[in-house]
């Protein structure tokens, strides 16, 4: 069914005005289910970058100099009319993004909600008192925001990922640069208008689009106004953004590369995996940062599960998303549609058995079938690299202690699945695993209201709960003497 572009502005945003690039320069946004653009966005690059970050510097005294319960309700209007214009917002996400209309019109729900938690916990963002060792003195600790940030969010949740990062930032009296990626950028744009139509005043969120990141991202990273990154993406770029963010020792919270086990227990209800994997893996085709990448099953049920995984595998429709009924969209480019299948046929050359898909889908688009596989062993890249596709790869294990073993063998920490109903194990099990999140019996565990990161390689720091106001504010300390 097709939907039309709830398309108003295709600019920069920088101090409350829709303005193009300096150069002048418009770049395309395709729809990956057909090939076709959708529209040309402000190519912007280091010129536009500097002069957001000029805005927003001279934005924030006063937006940080405003009550928390001002910025509350600036918040508040700003997850209203998210939730108003929900199906704008997924229609967006589905251009350009490809996902199927019903699950955009959820990342919308889920970006919503980190507004709506973080216009709340803005309003208790408490400092302390310290007992002193002499009554002539007080010791206080004060909570203020760090300033300028600037965030740099990836295309498979471009909704969501913005809200979790400039939410508790402009909670907490920050002002922000945002730069999307540019393969959805039209997201963001609708987010940002969303937010001057709340009230936001001018150049406390500023949008700079830009075909390339880097150029970008260099001009934040050199602007000691800027004074904390937050990124999600992969870790080679993450490493790069920590080394030169060192320069003016910027805060960072990086949202890193994940390769998530998903271990499955003999003593497990299997229809209680078989939700948590189709949830997890097939999620945005498969292309999110805490999709189940190694399926790790007991032996004894290895071959129940897999009979189910292609069952319910069989069943998926694979399509465009705004067509009835499609459970898969494409993947976001050519590029990701060759890694997927670069994944299949090395695992097949390595002993592999495809025994569902396996193939791309002809005709226009970035499609790739959904697929099984077992037969799959360490050493195959389906065990070692994020495969970023809806590749489900089933390898059996002896014991829990092998079990964790083989979860663990990985540079990577974000997330990590265990299906079980034996409690001890359960117990056991979420501790040795070293993942920032476990999902114990569930595929689904992101929440607004829980910290949500990695370990090892998959970044630093914690986004959401209050974890993700704290990492927007700086502690100072106040000694206040010569009190009579």
Known sequence: MARPAPIKHTDLFIDGKWIPALGGETFPVRNPATGEEVARVADGGPRDALTAVAAAH?????????SAYFRSRILRNWYDLMNAHRDEIGTLITLENGKPFPEAQGESDYAASFVEWFAEEGKRVYGRTIPPRTSDKRLLALRQPVGVIASITPWNFPAAMATRKLAPALAAGCTAVMRPASQTPLTAIRLVELWEEAGGPPGTLNLVTGRAARPIADALLGDARVRKITFTGSTAVGQELMAKAARNMQRLSLELGGQAPFLVFADADLDTVMKGLIASKYRNAGQACIASN????????????TRRSAEATRSLKVGNGFDEGVAIGP???EAGRE????HIADARANGATVVEGGRAVEGPGYFVEPTVLTGVRPGMKVMEEETFGPV???APFGSEEEAL???????FGLAAYAFTQDASRAWRVAEGLQYGIVGLNDGAPSAAQAPFGGMKLSGMGREGGVEGMDAFLETKYVSWGHIT
């Open 331 to 333: 993947m976001i480019d």
């Open 58 to 66: 001279e934005a924030f005294p006063a937006w940080s100099g405003e």
């Open 405 to 411: 073993a083989l979860a663990n063998a990985s540079p």
């Open 294 to 305: 190694r399926i790790l099953v007991e032996a004894g049920v290895a071959g129940e599960l």
């Open 339 to 342: 890694k997927v299948l670069a």
């Open 392 to 394: 489900i790869a089933i």
